[in-house]
């Protein structure tokens, strides 16, 4: 009974409200695609790719503090989070750099990044050294300046007639990438005495 008891909870701590709303941010993915296919003109897929972007991303925040809020948090949660967020925007790059509006350099530095550190990590956590990687300033740096590029490119026009979303997107694209190399590089020495330990 207790073992029927516990596979329910199992089961039911997969499909909390905050699991669902990560859940969102990849279903979003072909929803923005989508998008660009519509017989609208591309102001109209613009502004809504960008308002669909915005509000899928928002859900990175309100799905922890639910979880946190609700004590529904679970370790398919924490695993499904990060996921949820690369995928996101690992498929908005490609959009922009398929649209022209970004370069394919940053998106390669960007995307290759996300893939190396996701390894570098899963592979700390199997020899117990997680904490030599764990989130630092700079990645949370590097994760603002993404969230905020991306929507102005998707955007690709005048803000309040005062901004130029494209102009300021690829500038703030390229601060992410310039930020993605350098905490790329301060996990990699965090996380080296540990790989030559382990590499003997």
């Known amino acids: 009974?207790?073992?029927?008891?516990?596979?329910?909870?199992?089961?039911?701590?997969?499909?909390?409200?905050?699991t669902l709303m990560t859940l969102t941010r990849i279903v979003a993915i072909p929803l923005i695609i989508g998008l660009y296919y519509l017989p609208i003109d591309?102001?109209?897929?613009?502004?809504?790719?960008?308002?669909?972007?915005?509000?899928?991303?928002?859900?990175?925040?309100?799905?922890?503090?639910?979880?946190?809020?609700?004590?529904?948090?679970?370790?398919?949660g924490a695993f499904l989070d990060p996921v949820a967020d690369k995928f996101l925007v690992c498929a908005s790059l490609l959009i922009l750099v398929h649209l022209q509006r970004a370069d394919v350099l940053v998106a390669l530095i960007?995307?290759?990044?996300?893939?190396?550190?996701?390894?570098?990590?899963?592979?700390?956590?199997?020899?117990?050294?997680?904490?030599?990687?764990?989130?630092?300033?700079?990645?949370?740096?590097?994760?603002?300046?993404?969230?905020?590029a991306i929507p102005f490119l998707l955007f690709d026009g005048q803000l309040f007639g005062l901004i130029d979303t494209a102009l300021w997107g690829t500038v703030l694209i390229w601060i992410a990438g310039v930020l993605t190399v350098w905490s790329m590089v301060y996990y990699l020495q965090k996380a080296w005495p540990d790989i030559v330990d382990h590499a003997k």
């Open 1 to 18: 009974m207790r073992g029927n008891l516990k596979l329910f909870m199992n089961k039911h701590l997969l499909w909390t409200i905050p």
């Open 42 to 76: 591309m102001a109209q897929r613009n502004l809504w790719a960008t308002v669909m972007f915005v509000v899928f991303a928002l859900t990175d925040w309100l799905d922890g503090y639910l979880a946190r809020k609700l004590n529904q948090t679970s370790a398919f």
């Open 110 to 148: 960007i995307i290759g990044r996300e893939i190396a550190i996701s390894a570098l990590r899963e592979w700390m956590a199997q020899i117990g050294s997680s904490r030599s990687v764990a989130v630092h300033m700079l990645g949370k740096l590097k994760t603002t300046m993404q969230m905020v």
